[in-house]
């Protein structure tokens, strides 16, 4: 399966720092998204973004952006000013245009905890 | 307008019992997905289905059966539960046309197998 692949597996950092959580994902297509997923602690997945390939305006909302390179192959996300209700695990996930259904593809995510 | 839910939220079972993992969506949403989530696994797809009547195998099938009854409704079967099966099961739903593939998701029901 072509993947993606997030190398931090656990991040940590104290309330205001700034953190990027990093992704890189495999793919043979020339149309796909791209998503960022946030499991807080009490267990339900909530769908932050999606970004098209076709559009590489990093975007930015409130304290969250996202940096899209596809030279690299990259998709990471920052969080400004951390806060201790952003501590959660962070996913990230392609799916392909051309592919069945649209299934998504997740990395194996990062836990980022934010200490007051 | 409920989104996505799943029923049971925990479950306990004893190795060999069976059960079945029901999920329900509002969104009239085409596609539905089940996953399983196992500690630094990420997310694994065990089947989908496109529509009613239609159903494919994701990436861990074995020891699961699915049942698309209608549009709303797609649950998960486990026939003989094994302890290796202990895991969060998640559904989920899209759109696809209307929202460009992104995924729905149930709270979630915790399973363990003993």
């Known amino acids: 399966a072509q993947k993606v692949t997030q190398a931090q597996t656990e991040i940590s950092v104290v309330e205001k720092e700034d953190v990027t959580l990093d992704c890189v994902y495999e793919?043979?297509?020339?149309?796909?998204?791209l998503f960022w997923y946030k499991q807080p602690p009490s267990g339900e997945l909530v769908f932050l973004i999606r970004?098209?390939?076709?559009?590489?305006q990093n975007e930015i909302s409130g304290r969250y952006s996202w940096n899209f390179q596809k030279s690299t192959s990259s998709f990471n996300f920052t969080i400004t000013a951390s806060q201790v209700v952003d501590s959660a695990v962070y996913f990230c996930?392609?799916?392909?245009?051309?592919?069945?259904?649209?299934?998504?593809?997740f990395g194996r995510g990062t836990q980022l905890t934010v200490w007051p | 307008n409920a989104g996505v839910t799943q029923t049971p939220k925990f479950q306990v079972l004893k190795t060999g019992q069976s059960m079945t993992l029901q999920c329900a969506q509002d969104?009239?949403?085409?596609?539905m997905y089940w996953y399983r989530q196992d500690p630094g696994m990420g997310l694994r797809l065990i089947y989908y289905?496109?529509?009613?009547?239609?159903?494919d195998k994701g990436e861990v099938p074995n020891g699961y059966n699915v049942s698309r009854l209608n549009k709303r409704e797609f649950s998960l079967r486990l026939e003989s539960a094994a302890p290796s099966q202990t895991s969060v099961y998640f559904c989920?739903?899209?759109?696809?046309?209307?929202?460009?593939?992104?995924?729905?998701f149930g709270p979630g029901t915790r399973l363990t197998v003993t």
């Open positions: 989920a739903s899209s759109g696809l046309a209307t929202s460009s593939y992104e995924q729905y």
């Open positions: 996930a392609r799916a392909d245009r051309g592919s069945t259904l649209g299934r998504l593809y």
């Open positions: 793919t043979r297509d020339t149309t796909y998204y």
């Open positions: 969104m009239n949403h085409n596609s």
């Open positions: 970004r098209n390939s076709f559009d590489e």
């Open positions: 289905s496109a529509s009613e009547g239609t159903t």
